[in-house]
């Protein structure tokens, strides 16, 4: 099973982008998908969560602003980030909890680097 995430770019603030992640491979089911971040010299951070019922939990730096979805038929999570803020600049990670042939397990994506600009 492999994560891959797109979307990420240079932005000013106020802007808007939208971070993709795809899962491939052998799934029967997803259950739990979800956006972290990781700044510059910081821990990385939880971004925003859906569940398999798609039921959405974010971080209080970005309600309001982020929106979290997935498309259960293309095995796809989506982030739309919207009145982008310098603060809001790192290293996207997507995730996922996916039940394969065998097992559970968690799955992190390559990572996509988000620019804001002031």
């Known amino acids: 099973v492999q994560l891959q995430a797109y979307g990420g770019g240079l932005v000013q603030a106020g802007g808007s982008l939208r971070l993709s992640c795809a899962a491939s491979?052998?799934?029967?089911?997803?259950?739990?998908m979800g956006w972290y971040r990781q700044a510059p010299g910081k821990e990385r951070e939880l971004v925003a969560l859906i569940s398999s019922g798609s039921s959405t939990n974010y971080a209080d730096s970005v309600k309001g602003r982020f929106t979290i979805s997935r498309d259960n038929a293309k095995n796809t999570v989506y982030l739309q980030m919207n009145s982008l803020k310098p603060e809001d600049t790192a290293v996207y990670y997507c995730?996922?909890?996916?039940?394969?042939?065998?097992?559970?397990?968690?799955?992190w994506g390559q990572g996509t680097q988000v620019t804001v600009s002031s």
């Open positions: 995730n996922a909890v996916i039940t394969g042939a065998t097992s559970v397990n968690r799955y």
């Open positions: 491979g052998v799934i029967y089911s997803i259950n739990s």
